[in-house]
């Protein structure tokens, strides 16, 4: 959800790795029991030679959400958001909510921006990001009292900090809903601790 480097994500999923590891597992010696810890090894195998090690304008946040209106004792969930930079403005993201009884799988743009509020006081004080950004998006609920599609907006913001295994750490928190979710309509605050490589 910050800038965005010259490169792009190879459009791969880890089902097809998953899939060829355990091809390739089925094909050994019919004599040989296949483990555990061979077939994540062949998993690891293929996600390293796929490119999705070394891509780079992706980020991964999982996120706890609070959803006062929702029915009582579901109030309480979470998620996971992964989401593609395809501009320095604009990202694509893959949404999975869980919230008591309901889930929802969805589809969803962002638009973001990168600020540096302390530019003012030079040095390092330039390097910390905050990143507000407003996303949309369409959820095909999988569970719960609703059908067909329900729609999803969000506004928010996030701060960057740390580095580990290539990428950075960030934190934020936004203020959402759901409509045509059923008895889950409403409004929902997500707080989110995330990692993104090459924003």
Not at 82 to 96: F, H, R
Not at 147 to 160: E, M
Request: glycine share 14%; hydrophobic share 40%.
């Amino acid at each position: 959800m910050t800038t965005m480097k010259n490169h792009r994500l190879p459009t791969l999923s880890l089902a097809p790795l998953a899939l060829a590891a355990l091809t390739a597992s089925a094909q050994t010696s019919t004599n040989s029991v296949p483990t555990i810890a061979g077939g994540l090894t062949e998993i690891y195998d293929a996600f390293a030679a796929s490119g999705l090690a070394t891509a780079t304008n992706y980020a991964v946040e999982p996120y706890l959400t609070y959803a006062p209106q929702a029915p009582a004792g579901n109030t309480v969930g979470g998620g996971v958001l992964t989401v593609y930079n395809v501009s320095q403005l604009v990202g694509a993201g893959l949404g999975v909510d869980y919230l008591g009884q309901f889930s929802l799988v969805s589809a969803n743009i962002t638009l973001h921006t990168t600020l540096h509020p302390l530019n003012f006081l030079g040095g390092s004080w330039t390097n910390p990001a905050v990143v507000p950004f407003v996303l949309a998006g369409v959820g095909t609920p999988l569970s719960g009292t609703s059908s067909g599609f329900s729609a999803i907006t969000d506004a928010g913001a996030n701060v960057s900090f740390g580095h580990f295994g290539g990428g950075q750490f960030n934190a934020g928190a936004c203020y959402g809903r759901w409509d045509n979710a059923g008895a889950y309509s409403g409004p929902r605050y997500h707080f989110f601790l995330g990692w993104s490589k090459g924003f």
